[in-house]
């Protein structure tokens, strides 16, 4: 099992699942199994901690960590699936948006773009330092990525380059000079 983000939305079922699953490991950062304990008042869980650059091979996948501390809160993580060349991005490159639709190709990008600039400044903007920091890491770790899958909104399949180059644009505060008169 791995955890990326103990926020309540996220993660308030945590208890309940691993009584069902029974997981022989549970994978999270550090900060973020200080806050399990402390919320579910439990230690015996088979928590393994992880960070930046640690690996799992699962069958025939391997999954890497990378560790997004305050991309919203401080236990937050992200996973790569290297034969997939995906990335479990968690609260980053996400949107608020409601649809029956699961993929960035099957809705209008328009209103997609709209409501992924409107979380990023309600959610993630004030952490635009950390963001850019990531953008910088994911450079240095080479890795390809085809897919990104946020835990809020349509997972980018068909142009995931189009989300990130916006959010190297959001978090490096570069504005469009722009006027507007009002008559």
Known sequence: ????????????????????IKPEKIFLTKSAKTGLISHFHREDYPFI??????EIKIGNRTIKFIETPMIHWPDS????IVKGKILVSQDAFGAHYAT????DDEVDTCELIQEAAKYYANIVYPYSPQVNKLLQTVKQMGLQIEMICPDHG???RKEPEKIISLYERWSSYTCN????IIL
Do not use: C, Q
């Open 100 to 103: 029956s639709r699961r993929f």
């Open 49 to 54: 901690e992880v960070k930046t650059g640690d």
């Open 77 to 80: 993580m992200m996973n790569y």
């Open 177 to 180: 000079l722009r006027v507007l």
């Open 1 to 20: 099992m791995v955890i990326n983000h103990i926020e309540p939305d996220h993660a308030e079922a945590f208890a309940r699942i691993v009584e069902v």
């Open 154 to 156: 349509v997972i980018w």
